[in-house]
């Protein structure tokens, strides 16, 4: 068994509801995600959404990215020392569309270049830090292309070191691995492996549906559903993959446990 | 292919007609022939390109002005009433122009971006309408304020547009130049030409000039295209 242990709260989601045209479409959403401390190691947090189609993953995203108020509670997140949990804004957490959106008038480096320009720590560095991501994550030759010019996984990439050179601790990913063919998963999930890993605080809020690769690449699952008698979707269960064992293991997808999690969770649904 | 071949049916046609009032198209073209090579064509040419262009830098900068300032809730009447000024007639308020500017070259000049500007806001608004809502989205999870994102989307991001806007209506301010230059003569242009050949109901020259006038609009739409596509190359992808 991996030792970990759990630290200070990183963003906290109080009593969070939504309703749309009179209908209420989240209801009291509560969960919070603390600091996972792992000896040797900057071990960042990986939590998944999960939930059915049509369930409110994207209205929630969207709260939690600060883009859509609620109409009720507060998302809270960690800010500076001393330790303060404070409301969140748009603009707060690194946020990658599910069609990866991009300008469509910059080419990707003057897009790479936007970001960096607004993280204070890479005054003076932003294109040398470009460059360093852009041959981490591959895209070395497409510094120069338009997106259009992009193939979806190079869009994926490109969303993603933006929002990391923007340097938010958070990255809010909605469906990220819907559409993607299985040689391309897997890079993806072993790309989001590695972002988790580049900073203590670097917390990972993927919104999915794909309950295997979900739960393959996270720390904790909190599932969106509607208890019985109740309007709204709110978080029906949470689990704890690091006590299952399941969390931060290369092959986990064949271990009896993750069959077993896999059949709880669709239970759930 | 296609159209030159219709072209030349179309002309053979004409040609075989009956002669009438209508010139045919052979004497149009010697008269056009003629025409090309005359410095009286190309020196009024010159002066109606010369105030088009005048016309269309006051018209972009008025209109950018009032597009990207309606955006801001209080400047939003202003910029809906110039769309609906689309429906004024320009002559009767030529007296009022008269008693506003101080020559003839002035009220030509205003005349034109009087006649431009509600046209051109009018199609910039509505590229502005269409934006879409991610890209704000898209400046709000970059941790862009709110004028740095106007900047980025409204200002950056529709650059293009504007260019495709002054192309789209090129046309509107090249028709309205023949009009304008017919209310003072003196510094002569294309208008002022085809109204004398007119007066003295030379119709060969009339047509001649109008194919001129044609080709030149025809030029020039193709010419902002390329531009277009020069100053913003991800418009051709």
């Known amino acids: ?269 | 292919m296609l159209v030159a071949i219709q072209v030349i049916v179309l002309l053979s046609i004409w040609q075989a007609a009956p002669a009438g009032l209508i010139p045919s198209p052979l004497r149009i073209g010697e008269a056009l022939g003629g025409l090309l090579t005359s410095s009286l064509l190309w020196d009024n040419v010159l002066v109606s390109l010369l105030l088009t262009l005048k016309a269309l830098l006051y018209s972009v900068l008025i209109t950018l002005v009032f597009s990207y300032l309606s955006v801001v809730p209080f400047f939003r009447p202003l910029a809906h009433f110039i769309v609906k000024c689309r429906y004024l007639t320009l002559t009767g308020l030529i007296f009022i122009f008269t008693l506003l500017t101080r020559d003839g070259s002035q009220l030509k000049l205003s005349l034109l971006v009087f006649g431009i500007v509600p046209f051109f806001t009018t199609s910039f608004l509505s590229v502005i309408m269409q934006t879409n809502a991610q890209e704000f989205e898209l400046c709000q999870t970059l941790g862009y304020g709110r004028w740095q994102s106007l900047y980025e989307v409204i200002v950056v991001g529709k650059a293009d547009q504007v260019f495709e806007v002054v192309r789209q209506n090129f046309a509107i301010a090249w028709m309205m130049i023949t009009m304008v230059e017919g209310l003072s003569m003196s510094e002569g242009g294309v208008g002022t030409l085809l109204i004398k050949y007119n007066k003295y109901n030379d119709l060969v020259h009339v047509i001649a000039l109008q194919a001129v006038i044609f080709g030149l609009g025809l030029f020039f739409d193709h010419l902002l295209g390329r531009l277009r596509h020069w100053f913003f190359p991800y418009t051709k992808l």
């Not at chain 1, 549906?209 to 208890?227: C, E, M, Q, R, Y």
């Open chain 1, 1 to 269: 068994m991996t030792i970990y242990s759990k630290g200070e709260t990183l963003l906290q989601v109080k009593d969070i509801s939504l309703t749309y045209d009179n209908k209420c479409i989240l209801s009291d959403i509560n969960f919070s995600i603390d600091d996972i401390i792992r000896p040797g190691i900057q071990q960042g947090q990986v939590v998944s959404l999960i939930g059915r189609s049509g369930i409110g993953k994207t209205q929630l995203f969207r709260i939690l990215s600060g883009l859509q108020k609620p109409g009720k509670g507060q998302i809270l997140v960690r800010e500076g020392k001393p330790w303060n949990l404070r409301p969140v804004h748009a603009g707060d957490m690194g946020v990658i569309f599910q069609n990866y959106y991009q300008f469509g008038w910059r080419t990707v480096e003057q897009s790479l270049k936007l970001a960096a320009h607004q993280n204070k720590a890479l005054a003076g560095v932003e294109s040398d830090a470009i460059l360093e991501y852009a041959e981490q994550f591959d895209l070395s030759d497409v510094l120069k292309r338009y997106p259009k010019q992009l193939s979806g996984g190079e869009q994926q990439r490109v969303s993603i070191i933006q929002q990391l050179l923007k340097g938010s601790d958070f990255l809010l990913l909605d469906e990220p691995f819907s559409g993607l063919d299985v040689c391309v998963l897997d890079k993806v999930v072993s790309l989001l492996l590695k972002v988790s890993l580049s900073h203590e605080f670097k917390t990972l809020i993927i919104v999915s549906h794909d309950i295997a690769t979900a739960v393959a690449i996270s720390d904790t699952v909190f599932i969106l559903g509607k208890k019985a008698g109740q309007e709204g979707s709110t978080i029906v269960r949470s689990l704890d993959l690091m006590e299952r064992g399941l969390a931060w293991q290369e092959h986990v997808q064949e271990e009896k446990a993750f069959a077993e999690t896999i059949r709880e969770i669709k239970a759930c649904l």
